[in-house]
């Protein structure tokens, strides 16, 4: 199979045989996501980016990565021996629902998880929200990340704008709080077609008057964010830049 690479600036990615090779959403969630400590989980790793945006921004992290597609596995150890921090990054062919915390607690679980879309409009229901547990969704993280993170971690993930209100509700009724969002679209007039979510057991965001796009539960969170890409001329704008610029080799 002919290789597939993607070059950044500080490392280069093979996603030739990945089930999840490179795409927007990996890169954002990567660069969007805080961790205050130093142990990382990267759910669903597909080629291993986001761990690698990982590694380069927390420089005394240690980050480990996991998916079910063993091609996917190997991908990711391969661009993981080759990047600059083969010492701090680890892939494992694992479940999630594997992962029994024994080893320790996380600081950050990052994820861009696949959706499926039968039965997210009705998550409050026990089987649906079971159906989803039990597949890699943003319910499945929601469920089992509760017994994975530290007492001040954070669950991050990317998600389709239109499930964003849901999501969130079932977060909520599972005992965390919305502790940041961002709202993405492609320029300005355009739909906000995706939303990055930060949840956390122990921080929930504030809420006033104010109104956010996409969302009737994240309407009126106050620190609530929006990105636009790109400026009319298609070129990044400086806030796309700024989340980035360490990264993309365009920047």
Not at 25 to 50: K, N, P, Q, Y
Not at 201 to 213: N, T, V
Request: net charge negative.
């Amino acid at each position: 199979m002919k290789e597939r690479l993607f070059r950044f600036k500080r490392f280069e990615v093979n996603h030739s045989r990945s089930a999840m090779p490179i795409g927007v959403d990996g890169v954002l969630i990567g660069c969007w996501a805080e961790c205050e400590g130093r142990r990382i989980l990267d759910v669903g790793t597909g080629c291993g980016v986001i761990a690698l945006i990982m590694a380069q921004r927390y420089e005394e992290s240690f980050i480990e990565a996991i998916d079910i597609h063993l091609p996917s596995v190997e991908e990711a150890k391969g661009n993981f021996e080759n990047s600059p921090w083969s010492d701090r990054l680890v892939c494992r062919h694992e479940s999630f629902e594997d992962i029994d915390g024994s080893k320790g607690k996380y600081d950050l679980i990052v994820s861009n998880p696949p959706y499926y879309d039968s039965g997210v409009g009705m998550l409050e229901t026990p089987r649906l929200a079971a159906r989803h547990v039990g597949l890699l969704s943003p319910a499945s993280l929601i469920v089992h990340s509760r017994s994975l993170l530290s007492q001040t971690g954070r669950l991050a993930m990317i998600i389709p704008a239109d499930i964003g209100d849901k999501i969130i509700a079932y977060a909520e009724s599972q005992g965390y709080g919305l502790s940041r969002a961002c709202c993405v679209r492609d320029h300005d007039g355009a739909e906000f077609k995706r939303i990055m979510i930060e949840l956390s057991l122990s921080r929930h965001m504030e809420k006033d008057d104010a109104c956010f796009p996409g969302s009737d539960i994240m309407g009126g969170r106050a620190d609530a964010e929006k990105l636009t890409m790109f400026e009319a001329d298609k070129s990044p704008t400086d806030k796309y830049r700024r989340l980035c610029g360490e990264f993309y080799l365009k920047f």
